[in-house]
């Protein structure tokens, strides 16, 4: 039998209307937060680059920082990803450096950039480190004595074993266990059996050095992973850590195909909230952190494939960097992915795109400067124009279609003020061509204002992008939206902050 082709009913009105006895969540500014890594050119030629006229007298490109202190980086993931399951923090530290083949992306690592200048780095930016472990071919101990290291060693000698030289503690306050250890990806891979004891030991280890530290834990968003993990650790775990990249390939994806995966992470979250629930840990006792997510998955072909006759192929990881690829559908599918975060704030406390520069990164660091990439001004517009509670409300809208799925052409978050005054509604038009007229009455006091101030994300088309020589052809603008009936016009594939006064 022929299924139905999926209608398109996106340009009829949409609109928004207030959910009975909603409660108001103070939601985290964590899930504005950036992962980095060291593959390709993240760190190396990317924040760090001594001898460059843009660094500082640490090496570290002052472009950078400046960029990621405008967008208020809350907190950076580091050093991996995939690069840390079989990294060894100690060669990093300390005055003489060795380089080490690091076997998950087959190159050398220079050893150069380790924990010292990463720490440093983040005081730079303002933002809180966050370090991820080796639970691949590290061990519980490995993964304390890095603990040790960053919070009780002080001073030439240190208060205790582990020497790191500096006159105050790092202060690391966010450790986890481990990156996608499930994967056959990864080096030192887990079976379910093996992981829930591994995190319970190393969680036992890393709290025994430091017992203020919040622990994460690499988990999926899957019963027969992460219920296991839970069973074994999930009373010495504060995070689950998962991971979701939702377009594939070397080349641009379509608009129309981005759009339509914009409703994936709220399946992911809600598959995790399920076994989170199920193990007990439901409600925010353990939270969630998405700790990669990117609309595209970066491309690396022959990552995992350890076969004799595989190659891996390090040019085409220049791909990731083709600045025609970043349009418009990244930034709107970032700002689907974070109101899918705000729409969930009690229990996801913190997400960190992945990554912060570079590869896929919302800005793009090259030789005499750098690109915001479109995403980059969504993360402007949240941590400037949002206020900081959210508030559940209902939208009723039309479904864009690509003929096959269909996902509901808006997608909008209304937050408010601490004293209830102030609202500010975050609203995604995903429509390549059209506008959409959103009837936000409910929301306007009686005497409706002829218009409403608004900064709008949109470029001159749905596959605008920024690039070197072009780098405002993106940019957020202030507007005045007018208003009639009610109802305001939201432009098409745009991201609209709107002041509700
Ligand atoms: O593709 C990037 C890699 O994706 C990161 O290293 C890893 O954590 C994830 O699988």
């Known amino acids: 039998m022929e299924s139905e082709p999926v209608k398109d009913t996106a340009g009829r009105d949409a609109s928004l209307t207030p959910v009975k006895d909603a409660k108001?969540?103070?939601?985290?500014?964590?899930?504005?937060g950036h992962f980095l890594e060291h593959f390709d050119t993240q760190v190396y030629g990317g924040i760090f680059d001594p001898g460059s006229p843009l660094s500082d007298e640490d090496g570290f490109r002052k472009d950078v920082i400046a960029a990621l202190r405008e967008i208020k980086t809350p907190i950076v993931r580091w050093p991996g990803g995939c690069f840390v399951s079989d990294y060894h923090w100690k060669y990093g530290v300390g005055p003489k450096r060795e380089p080490m083949w690091n076997k998950a992306w087959a190159v050398e690592e220079p050893n150069t950039f380790g924990t010292d200048e990463y720490v440093k780095w983040c005081r730079k930016v303002g933002c809180k480190p966050y370090i991820c472990t080796n639970a691949g071919t590290g061990n519980a101990e490995e993964m304390s004595d890095w603990v040790e290291y960053c919070n009780l060693s002080v001073g030439k000698w240190g208060r205790i074993r582990i020497a790191n030289g500096f006159a105050s503690p790092h202060e690391v306050l966010y450790w986890s266990v481990g990156n996608e250890n499930w994967g056959r990806h990864e080096i030192g891979a887990k079976t379910v059996d093996e992981w829930g004891p591994l995190v319970r030991e190393s969680a036992k280890m890393m709290r025994g050095t430091d017992r203020r530290i919040r622990l994460f834990a690499a988990a999926l968003p899957d019963e027969k992973w992460t219920l296991p993990l839970l069973k074994h650790a999930g009373y010495l775990l504060d995070y689950v850590s998962v991971h979701g990249y939702y377009v594939w390939g070397g080349g641009d994806n379509p608009y129309l195909k981005c759009m339509m995966r914009t409703t994936a992470p709220e399946a992911d979250i809600m598959r995790t909230i399920g076994v989170l629930e199920k193990a007990g840990f439901g409600g925010g006792k353990i939270a969630i952190?998405?700790?990669?997510?990117?609309?595209?998955?970066?491309?690396?072909?022959?990552?995992?494939?350890?076969?004799?006759?595989?190659?891996?192929?390090?040019?085409?990881?220049?791909k990731n960097d083709i600045a025609s690829t970043y349009t418009m559908a990244d930034a709107l599918f970032s700002a689907c992915f974070l109101n899918t975060c705000l729409r969930h704030s009690d229990v996801v406390k913190m997400a960190n795109f992945s990554p912060a520069v570079n590869t896929r990164g919302a800005i793009f660091v090259h030789r005499k400067g750098i690109v915001k990439r479109t995403s980059y001004h969504v993360f402007w517009m949240y941590t400037h124009l949002l206020e900081p509670k959210t508030i559940q409300v209902k939208t009723e809208c039309g479904n864009l279609t690509d003929g096959k799925?269909?996902?509901?052409?808006?997608d909008a978050v209304l937050t408010v003020s601490?004293?209830?005054?102030?609202?500010?509604?975050?609203?995604?038009?995903?429509?390549?061509?059209?506008?959409?007229?959103?009837?936000v009455s409910s929301f306007l006091m009686a005497a409706t204002p002829d218009a409403l101030r608004a900064t709008v994300l949109a470029g001159d088309s749905p596959d605008a992008y920024n690039d070197i020589g072009n780098e405002n052809r993106v940019v957020p603008k202030q507007v005045s939206l007018p208003v009639s009936n009610g109802k305001v016009k939201l432009p098409p594939h745009s991201l609209s902050c709107i002041r509700l006064e």
């Open 405 to 410: 799925t269909n996902v509901p052409v808006l």
């Open 418 to 439: 601490d004293d209830g005054k102030r609202h500010v509604l975050a609203v995604v038009n995903k429509h390549p061509s059209q506008e959409i007229a959103l009837d």
């Open 289 to 318: 952190a998405f700790d990669e997510w990117n609309l595209r998955g970066w491309y690396h072909p022959g990552l995992g494939n350890f076969r004799r006759d595989a190659t891996m192929d390090y040019e085409a990881r220049r």
């Open 24 to 32: 108001e969540i103070v939601y985290s500014p964590m899930i504005f």
